[in-house]
């Protein structure tokens, strides 16, 4: 078959292409730096002749047209299943809804209960036998190709080919290909850490060992422990995460990943879902036969994480309370993220003895006027969303130093996150728990 015939055949201006859409229409589109450009501004452009659609996407980093361009929300609805930056600012302005989710189960969310009429992905241009690669972006892709009713993509010609599992699809599968020139790829540069940050990185680095395999979240912490990893004696680390973030490739020129410790689950290969960093990073994982850039399903799978031998997952959070229960992706009602795989990593933490699973934060926080606050609440009452529940909570860190709520009751982890605290709230911290009878009284003060 002539597969550049059959490109052709099917290829359509993005105008053309939007017109596919109706009213009432779902939307997917793809994520971060699979987001359709093109598309999104050409469907912006009929919102005079729609109601009622509705799109779905995560981690969008450029403006999003359906909604800058329909400041009140009368024609389209964005749906979010993870927020970031922009996404924060869109969603204060009302102009993003938040999806809740468990990260590994995105993909049977499309499988077994959405509705998919219309999915646009940016990918990079077709190879000689037909495929197009998700690059950079695979978290849910498959599954959502898999049940919609029309498939578009988007080339984008700056996206690199990177190898990975279900990865790819043929023209064969694709209603409509759209060309057009594109702007460079977002970058995130490494966030410079604190004196905080980078002490909480040390507690952390301390108990790792030689040939773990490493989950990291992203953001500031994340950063300060992958330079404090180059630095450091350890060798042999392997890379399992969902976000492949700058600090990976901070161990990586220091000669620190290998993956020779994984065996049977990708020995030797750098998994990932998302690649989330600088021009840099997108060039290391470029067509480099060492990097598998899979979906969700398998990355946060729960018997995948459970064999790898040593793993270690560090993530952060907004706050934590007296029992236990920690806050990601919210300050009160104001959504800030999402879960992500959070959840998961915590989750499978348990299933391998030298597994561990840290939750990282500092112990305070400044507002705008100046004013220190505990990061460590004595409970959650604002509206705040439970990302962990009490019952999952492992190995909480603060500047302040590590400990263990796995196992522990009540009035064990009030004293444990009270000794993680900073000093100047600990009496009140005290009181707190006393008020809510978490405090047993011959502990010590």
């Given at each position: 078959m002539?597969?550049?015939e059959?490109?052709?055949?099917k290829?359509?201006?993005?105008s053309?292409?939007?017109?596919?859409?109706?009213?009432?229409?779902?939307?997917d589109f793809?994520?971060?730096?699979g987001?359709?450009?093109?598309?999104?501004?050409?469907?912006?452009?009929r919102k005079?002749?729609?109601e009622?659609?509705?799109v779905r996407?995560l981690l969008?980093?450029?403006?999003?047209q359906?909604?800058?361009?329909?400041?009140?929300?009368?024609?389209?609805?964005?749906n979010?299943?993870?927020m970031i930056?922009?996404?924060r600012?869109?969603?204060?302005?009302?102009?993003?809804?938040?999806?809740?989710?468990?990260?590994?189960?995105?993909p049977?969310y499309?499988?077994?209960?959405?509705t998919?009429?219309?999915?646009?992905?940016g990918v990079?241009?077709?190879d000689?036998?037909?495929?197009?690669?998700?690059?950079?972006?695979?978290?849910?892709?498959?599954?959502?190709?898999?049940?919609?009713?029309i498939?578009?993509?988007?080339?984008?010609?700056?996206?690199?080919f990177?190898?990975?599992?279900?990865?790819?699809?043929?023209?064969?599968?694709?209603?409509?290909?759209i060309?057009?020139?594109?702007?460079?790829?977002?970058e995130f540069?490494?966030i410079?850490?604190?004196?905080?940050?980078e002490?909480i990185?040390?507690?952390?680095?301390?108990?790792?060992?030689?040939?773990?395999?490493i989950?990291?979240g992203?953001?500031?912490?994340?950063?300060?422990?992958?330079?404090?990893?180059?630095?450091s004696e350890?060798?042999?680390?392997g890379?399992h995460?969902?976000?492949?973030?700058?600090?990976y490739?901070?161990?990586?020129?220091?000669?620190?990943?290998t993956?020779?410790?994984?065996?049977?689950?990708?020995?030797?290969?750098?998994?990932?879902?998302?690649?989330?960093?600088?021009?840099?990073?997108?060039?290391?994982?470029?067509?480099?036969?060492?990097?598998?850039?899979?979906?969700?399903?398998?990355?946060n799978?729960?018997?995948?994480?459970g064999?790898i031998?040593?793993?270690v997952s560090?993530?952060?959070?907004?706050?934590v309370?007296?029992?236990?229960?920690?806050?990601?992706?919210?300050?009160g009602t104001?959504?800030?993220?999402?879960t992500?795989?959070?959840l998961?990593?915590?989750?499978?933490?348990?299933?391998?003895?030298?597994?561990?699973?840290?939750?990282a934060?500092?112990?305070?926080?400044?507002?705008?006027?100046?004013?220190?606050?505990s990061?460590?609440?004595p409970?959650?009452?604002?509206g705040?969303?439970?990302t962990d529940?009490?019952s999952?909570?492992y190995?909480?860190?603060?500047?302040?130093?590590?400990e263990?709520?796995?196992?522990?009751?009540v009035?064990?982890?009030?004293?444990?996150l009270?000794?993680?605290?900073h000093p100047d709230?600990?009496e009140?911290?005290i009181?707190?728990?006393?008020?809510?009878?978490?405090?047993r009284?011959?502990?010590k003060?």
């Open positions: 002539n597969y550049r059959l490109y052709n055949s290829l359509k201006t993005p053309e292409a939007a017109q596919v859409v109706k009213s009432g229409d779902w939307v793809g994520c971060y730096q987001f359709p450009t093109l598309f999104d501004e050409a469907l912006a452009a005079a002749e729609l009622d659609v509705k996407a969008i980093t450029k403006p999003l359906i909604a800058e361009q329909d400041p009140d929300a009368e024609h389209f609805t964005y979010s299943w993870h930056g922009y996404e600012k869109l969603s204060d302005r009302g102009l993003c809804k938040f999806i809740p989710m468990v990260f590994r189960n995105l049977d499309y499988r077994r209960f959405l998919v009429n219309v999915a646009v992905m990079t241009p077709m000689e036998h037909g495929y197009f690669n998700m690059s950079m972006s695979n978290s849910h892709a498959r599954a959502v190709f898999d049940v919609a009713d498939i578009i993509l988007e080339v984008n010609e700056k996206l690199p990177v190898h990975g599992l279900e990865n790819t699809i043929h023209i064969s599968e694709v209603d409509m290909v060309e057009g020139e594109h702007e460079g790829l977002t540069p490494s410079v850490a604190g004196p905080v940050e002490q990185a040390e507690s952390i680095v301390d108990r790792m060992t030689n040939g773990a395999c989950q990291l992203v953001g500031g912490m994340p950063d300060a422990i992958g330079k404090l990893i180059a630095e350890l060798k042999d680390l890379i995460t969902e976000l492949l973030v700058n600090a490739l901070d161990m990586h020129k220091a000669g620190k990943i993956n020779l410790n994984k065996h049977d689950i990708m020995r030797g290969k750098s998994v990932f879902s998302i690649a989330h960093g600088t021009k840099e990073l997108f060039d290391w994982v470029s067509d480099n036969p060492s990097m598998c850039c899979a979906p969700i399903n398998y990355v799978d729960l018997s995948v994480i064999e031998d040593n793993f560090i993530n952060s959070c907004i706050a309370d007296l029992f236990g229960q920690i806050s990601a992706e919210s300050a104001r959504h800030i993220s999402g992500g795989g959070q998961d990593f915590l989750t499978a933490g348990f299933k391998n003895p030298r597994a561990q699973s840290f939750i934060l500092p112990s305070t926080y400044t507002d705008k006027k100046g004013n220190l606050h990061n460590i609440k409970t959650f009452t604002g705040d969303i439970i529940p009490r999952q909570a190995t909480m860190v603060t500047e302040y130093g590590i263990n709520l796995a196992g522990a009751s009035w064990e982890r009030a004293e444990k009270i000794n993680l605290a709230f600990r009140e911290l009181e707190s728990a006393k008020k809510v009878n978490v405090w009284q011959s502990n003060r």
